[in-house]
């Protein structure tokens, strides 16, 4: 059966963009095929870093023939209802349909159409146009004289030629013609920019392959990876050394490449007294290289392993010069910036170093990294004794986690925050549980990372995710179907994978509840005092919800009480009471009995229907005022001051009595 086989030259494609064009570029293609009755036996798709290829095997012809029986008008309708009926079934006439009929509607007419099926390449030149001009890039440009035209194709770089072919395998195939912004179709390709010369003349699939390899291109984008780690590992054994694997990077300079030379340099080994993750991060984030092993020591070797995309006439030694020389001074950034971090820890103390983070905002509603670090030290002594860790050294473990996040080091490569932790704190002598808490607590970071186990480790991590959670559901960030720009589900994933790994059993809504009311107490003004910024609806009702079964908590969680009286009452962007215009709304007994429920300032129809007392309930703390009954919370428009009838001790606005509860 005929292949088709499709590609689209351009300039250089991003790396990060390639593997997902290959599998658009295959599911457009196929969809659209499949969509017109053409059923294929496969297609792969081919990426390299100039090219975007398809090819599909197993093709039919031509579509099938199609039968279609279209129903019309009855016997004997208007002539305008006929017209429309021959017009849409492409009829000449009304003698070319046959009548039928039916026991119930009579006779009417039918048209029984049979259309050919057109040939594939008709159909493929329809497609591939229609899906060039629509294709899915992240990012997009026009060029030459019709970029200012926004009706101009746009590709992620300049679209130099297509190729497409189409044929049986015992024939020769036909080019597909079709034009997408003067460029025309035909059967020729490119070889490597540097190593090949002219245009290629190809036929099919094996013949375009096998003639790119000899243009010194593998057009196979495993292949070539497969390439770059053999000759990588091969260098490194001649060497008596192993190579340090890293997939990202594999991946990345996979779409880099179109011919992979490996070759090995090497940098002064007076660097590797740098943290060998420092030394990783900087090879592999600049120069995009790998790292190599000692295996006799289990550190890092002086020598690294860069791939060339062609073949040097010098055997790379240019090259290898020009990577050496930038290694080398990224290498003494590092060590810079590692040597000053290790003089500022040993000479300021720890809480001077933490002050610093006062001026480092967190969130705009959730005030400083500071405030953040003192919430997450305090639950972190708090969950201390449930997973079976010293309360003091959960706290200070805490206090030091986020230490590392101001330093010279993680300023400059952020991937190594946490791990650099854990290093700045055996420098200071600090327990090891410290120094595995401040590297551990940012972990399971996905679900195939690993679970922190040592006791101190998980009261940090378990108080970091829940701080997390717990401040951005307060001010309704919360994650949806498609955004969650701040990793809450993992988060919350972490949490369970903590709790469930470790055998652990925790009440989380305690924890949860103490949480929320430092986090008011903490930033009521930076989210309150605008008086643009709304209340989340769904935070007064949790609010009001656990108000009202307040007397279920601990009685040593007072904190929240006083929380949510600083959030009602002395909020100045909370609504106002009209009746009362300078005071806040309050939060009302339930009146006595024989008081007119027109003395409270809710309206009746807004008024919550309280929750019956339960048996054996106690009475909620303060006064035996409060004892009286659920209190409601004060929300919607306040009623006219004409319907305040009730004078004198049952008043709620008025006096000591009306206001003690709070």
């Known amino acids: ?63 099938p023939d199609t039968h279609e029986e279209r129903k019309g008008p009855r016997v004997g309708a208007p002539q305008p209802a006929i017209d429309g009926f021959l017009k849409a079934a492409g009829l000449a006439s009304i003698d070319q349909a046959s009548i039928e009929s039916d026991p119930k509607k009579g006779e009417f007419y039918v048209a029984r159409l049979h259309k050919h099926g057109r040939a594939t390449p008709d159909v493929i030149a329809e497609i591939v146009p229609a899906v060039i001009r629509a294709f899915p890039w992240p990012k997009s440009m026009r060029w030459g004289k019709g970029s200012s035209s926004p009706t101009t194709l746009r590709w992620v770089r300049p679209l130099q030629s297509i190729l497409c072919t189409f044929g049986p395998e015992t024939e020769e195939p036909e080019v597909v013609p079709f034009e997408v912004d003067g460029l025309r179709s035909g059967d020729t390709t490119r070889g490597h920019r540097f190593l090949s010369e002219g245009t290629i003349r190809v036929r099919r699939l094996e013949d375009w392959m096998a003639k790119l390899e000899a243009a010194f291109v593998v057009v196979d984008r495993e292949r070539r990876k497969d390439i770059i780690l053999a000759d990588a590992k091969d260098l490194a054994l001649a060497q008596g050394l192993e190579l340090v694997e890293d997939a990202g990077l594999l991946e990345e300079i996979a779409g880099l490449v179109e011919w992979p030379v490996a070759l090995m340099g090497s940098f002064d080994p ?55 020389r930038v290694i080398r001074a990224r290498l003494s950034d590092a060590k810079f910036f590692w040597e000053t971090d290790q003089k500022t820890n040993a000479t300021v103390p720890l809480a001077e170093r933490l002050e610093r983070f006062g001026n480092v905002t967190f969130h705009e509603k959730l005030g400083s990294q ?17 997973v079976g860790a010293d309360p003091d050294l959960a706290e200070q473990a805490a206090l030091y986690a986020k230490s590392d996040l101001r330093t010279e080091v993680v300023g400059e490569f952020p991937e190594v925050q946490g791990l650099m932790g854990k290093y700045y704190a055996r420098l200071e002598g600090l327990p090891e549980e410290i120094a595995a808490a401040a590297e551990e607590h940012y972990k399971p970071q996905g679900p195939t990372d690993f679970v922190p186990t040592a006791p101190v480790s998980v009261a940090v991590a378990l108080a970091d995710k829940l701080d997390t959670l717990v401040g951005f559901w307060a001010i309704d960030e919360k994650p949806t179907g498609s955004k969650d720009p701040y990793a809450l589900r993992r988060a919350a ?51 009001e919800a656990i108000w009202i079964d307040g007397s279920e908590l601990s009685r040593k969680e007072t904190f929240f009480f006083e929380a949510f009286r600083r959030l009602i009452v002395e909020n100045p962007a909370f609504p106002k009471c009209r009746c009362h215009p300078r005071r806040p709304p309050l939060l009302l007994r339930r009146p006595p009995e024989g008081a007119s429920s027109r003395s409270w300032c809710p309206p009746r129809s807004r008024r919550r229907r309280l929750r019956p007392s339960r048996p054996g309930r106690p009475p909620p703390r303060g006064e035996a005022g409060r004892g009286a009954g659920a209190v409601p919370f004060h929300r919607g428009r306040p009623e006219p001051a004409r319907r305040h009838q009730a004078r004198g001790e049952y008043s709620a606005h008025r006096g000591e009595e009306g206001r003690r509860h709070l």
């Open 1 to 63: 059966m005929p292949d088709l086989l499709l590609e689209l030259f351009c300039e250089e494609i991003p790396a990060r963009m390639q593997a997902g064009a290959a599998e658009s570029l295959r599911k457009l293609v196929t969809d659209a095929l499949v969509e017109r009755g053409l059923v294929y036996e496969g297609a792969k798709a081919f990426v390299t870093p100039r090219r975007l290829a398809l090819a599909v095997h197993g093709l039919p012809a031509q579509q």
């Open 493 to 543: 994933l972490g949490v369970v994978r903590i709790v469930l790994e470790n055998g652990l059993t925790v009440k989380l809504a305690p924890v949860l509840l103490n949480i929320f009311g430092r986090i008011i107490l903490e930033i009521r003004e930076s989210i309150y005092s605008d008086r643009a910024v709304k209340v989340p609806p769904q935070v007064v009702s949790e609010l």
């Open 370 to 386: 500071l405030e953040r670090i003192r919430r997450i030290a305090a639950l972190a002594r708090e969950l201390a004794p449930v």
């Open 270 to 324: 007076a660097f590797l007294d740098v943290p060998d993750e420092v030394i990783r991060a900087t090879i592999r984030a600049n120069q995009k290289c790998f790292v190599l092993r000692n295996p006799a020591t289990g550190r890092l070797a002086n020598r690294f392993i860069l791939v060339s995309n062609l073949v040097a006439s010098d055997g790379g030694a240019a090259i290898i010069a020009g990577n050496e």
